[in-house]
């Protein structure tokens, strides 16, 4: 999988790979974090989160790993579909309140 | 329960302009947030008001405003539109507490020429 930076990465793979698609968040008072997918024209559509008590949840073929040492988060997807094919944003829950701050994405091309 | 609906879904205005953009959120959710999507920027914060007050604001330019209503229905105003204001503005609810899922409208599509 791609790190998230100032652009945008691409991670492509075929039908029925495991994906992996990483972030690294910024700050380390940090204590929640989202994936979201967004689809070409759509809003960005809850994925899965994680709260910082926890390194590992799983979803129905997603699971989101925390490393909180390297302030790392990854999102995996077990037997990947064409339909998965979108732009991947984590964000994470920094300020009081519900504000979210965003990474970058990561472009996800999965191919039949 | 229906989802985050925002309208129009596509705007188009010329420099100097100003627009007015609508959101009204999930059913029981109090809190509405607003960002700013560009593929420079990706997706920034703008505001977040939650019970009618500004909770939380960003780092954008006073010509960036918002208010909320009793019913939690939300309105975002550009005053003075630049052509850099072009962007896909997502509006996102949730009821209003940390660690907390915000769920996103489909945004709406502004141009500015």
Known sequence: GESVGLHLPTLSVQEGDNSIINCAYSNSASDYFIWYKQESGKGPQFIIDIRSNMDKRQGQRVTVLLNKTVKHLSLQIAATQPGDS???????????GSTLTFGKGTMLLVSP | KAGVTQTPRYLIKTRGQQVTLS???????????????????????????????????????????????????????VSTLELGDSALYLCASSLGNRQETQYFGPGTRLLVL
């Open chain 1, 86 to 96: 979108a732009v991947y944003f984590c964000a994470e829950n920094i300020t009081p």
């Open chain 2, 23 to 77: 959101c009204s959120p999930i059913s029981g959710h109090r809190s509405v947030s607003w960002y700013q999507q560009t593929p420079g920027q990706g997706l920034q914060f703008l505001f977040e008001y939650f019970s009618e007050t500004q909770r939380n604001k960003g780092n954008f330019p006073g010509r960036f405003s918002g208010r909320q209503f009793s019913n939690s229905r939300s309105e975002m105003n």
